[in-house]
Nanobody, 121 residues
Framework: QVQLAESGGGLVQAGGSLRLSCAAS????????MGWYRQVPGKQRELVAT???????TYGDSVKGRFTISSANAKTTVHLQMNSLKPEETGLYYC???????????????WGEGSLVTVSS
C-alpha cells in the first residue's frame, strides 16, 4: 500500500557529509511522522531523527548538532543531512514512516529496505 524509496547512502571519509532522502508513495491519506533509524554492527536499531507533520523534530543524543532532518513534498519526503560523520556510525540507515492510510486505517508503520552508510577512518 505504501512504499518508501531511500537514496543517498554511500562511502564517506570520517568528518565528511552525506545526505539521505526517503520518499513515500502509494495509498497515503496523511503523514504523521517520518524519520530515520540506524543499526550499526553489534547494536540494536536506534533513533537517528524524526520529523512530525507539524515540523517537530527529534534527534538521537549522539547526532544532535551534526545531523539535520527536513521534509518536503507535502511531508511525504524526508531528507537527513549528516555532517561530521564518524567511523562508528557505519551501518544500515532505515527510513520510517507513520502514515494514515485512510480515515479508518490510521498510524500504520512502514520501513524502507535500508541504506548502507560507510564512514572510513
Amino acid at each position: 500500500q505504501v512504499q518508501l524509496a531511500e537514496s543517498g547512502g554511500g562511502l564517506v571519509q570520517a568528518g565528511g557529509s552525506l545526505r539521505l532522502s526517503c520518499a513515500a508513495s502509494g495509498r497515503i491519506f496523511s503523514v504523521n511522522t517520518m524519520g530515520w533509524y540506524r543499526q550499526v554492527p553489534g547494536k540494536q536499531r536506534e533513533l537517528v531523527a524524526t520529523i512530525s507533520s507539524g515540523g517537530t523534530t527529534t534527534y538521537g543524543d549522539s547526532v544532535k548538532g551534526r545531523f539535520t532532518i527536513s521534509s518536503a513534498n507535502a511531508k511525504t519526503t524526508v531528507h537527513l543531512q549528516m555532517n561530521s560523520l564518524k567511523p562508528e556510525e557505519t551501518g544500515l540507515y532505515y527510513c520510517n514512516a507513520n502514515i494514515d492510510v485512510s480515515t479508518i486505517i490510521r498510524r500504520k508503520n512502514y520501513w524502507g529496505e535500508g541504506s548502507l552508510v560507510t564512514v572510513s577512518s
